[in-house]
């Protein structure tokens, strides 16, 4: 076993650093040689259907879950098609409105989730085409779904998704933008500018990668807290969400993700002297309305690291700590302000000397109801 961890600690921190890698695997042979177009071999979705889409539904579990709710803001953004995501065991027991002018994209690393393989075959009853994003080419999801987007991250051991979680964002791009290269919606000239900012995500994610240390730090602060926030707007809050689920998750620690606009509406309530806020700022046109919500945090007498973008010089006047990123496109940030959420779950677990990898209660893969 400790061969395969190539000299890292844990199967996760060997993952994480992994995701500059898995994300080149993903893009690879899905551009053209002249950088202007997304290529999808083997997709048989044609421009007719994709055309005649009226909403697209995005199906999931867990961290796989929370990729969807940042490849709502990815499509919707690019096509204009309304998007709805749904927790897989939501989704199978109620009765969702899908048609055959619906797409359903269902999201599984392992492609073995139970319910998620459940509401596949529950939207293809009902008429819609089903998509699936996976890490699993061989899985019963891929051979069951219409389509299959392979993420190419790589076996993922640990328990606690981190490249797969990362390389489902990456396939959420590739196929948005694919989505707008075929309706139109976006001019070519755009769309070229967003691929070669795509193809910058993994270079930018081994600069992230390389404050490593700081975040260490950081983790050994809160390890001896009870409760956490995480808060956000917009994608920042679907990254909030990931982060704290992977706290939880390893560290054992209460935390709760926020939209940072509904903080006055009850949890501020919850903030006391000294209560960590993890305040993700990475959408330029949100800045103000986050240093705001940073200011009531602070004024209850919260501890914030702020997760920024590195031109936002502003927010570090706001901040007890702040953590930077490369300045990314908007919609491409999850990528990169994910990583110090996992590196912070992955210290502080390992500082309370939890069992990093294989966490207590949970399955890497739920293949039971
Ligand atoms: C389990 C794992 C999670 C994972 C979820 C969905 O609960 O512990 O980490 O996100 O299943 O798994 P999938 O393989 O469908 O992505």
Not at 65 to 94: N, Q, W
Not at 99 to 104: E, G, P, Y
Not at 289 to 315: C, D, F, Q, Y
């Amino acid at each position: 076993e400790q061969t395969e961890k190539d000299g890292f600690e844990h199967f996760m921190l060997k993952e994480i650093y992994e995701q500059p890698n898995a994300f080149r695997k993903t893009i690879l042979n899905r551009i053209d040689s002249a950088g202007k177009n997304i290529v999808f071999e083997g997709l048989q979705l044609s421009s007719e259907q994709i055309h005649r889409l009226d909403k697209i539904f995005i199906i999931a579990c867990g961290t796989a879950y929370h990729a969807g709710l940042v490849g709502k803001h990815v499509i919707e953004e690019l096509t204009r098609i309304p998007v709805e995501v749904d927790v897989a065991s939501e989704f199978r027991y109620r009765r969702p409105i899908v048609t055959d002018k619906t797409l359903v994209i269902v999201v599984s690393q392992s492609g073995e989730t139970a319910d998620t393989l459940a509401a596949l075959r529950e939207s293809q009853r009902l008429g819609a085409k089903v998509l699936a994003i996976t890490n699993v080419p061989g899985s019963s999801i891929a051979r069951d779904a219409d389509e299959v987007i392979a993420t190419v991250a790589g076996p993922e051991i640990a328990v606690a998704s981190t490249k797969a979680y990362t390389s489902q964002l990456i396939a959420f791009y590739l196929f948005g933008i694919y989505l707008a290269q075929v309706k139109e919606t976006i001019p070519e000239e755009e769309r070229k500018v967003m691929i070669e900012a795509l193809c910058k995500l993994p270079e930018q994610t081994e600069v992230v990668l390389q404050h490593a240390n700081d975040i260490r730090m950081y983790a050994e602060a809160i390890k001896g807290h009870s409760s956490l926030f995480f808060i956000g707007r917009g994608i920042d809050y679907a990254v909030a969400l990931e982060g704290s689920l992977k706290l939880k998750e390893i560290s054992y620690i209460h935390s709760e993700a926020y939209a940072a606009g509904e903080l006055k509406h009850g949890t501020l309530a919850l903030i006391e002297e000294g209560t960590p806020v993890i305040a993700l700022a990475t959408q330029t046109e949100l800045y103000e309305k986050m240093a705001s919500n940073i200011k009531e945090v602070k004024a209850r007498g919260a501890h914030v690291l702020g997760v920024t973008l590195e031109e936002n010089i502003e927010l570090h006047r706001n901040v007890d700590d702040v953590c930077l990123i490369p300045s990314a496109m908007a919609l491409f940030t999850p990528v990169l302000s994910v990583i110090p959420l996992q590196l912070i779950s992955y210290y502080t677990s390992l500082a309370l000397g939890n069992d990093v990898d294989k966490p207590r209660n949970l399955a890497k893969s739920v293949t039971v109801e």
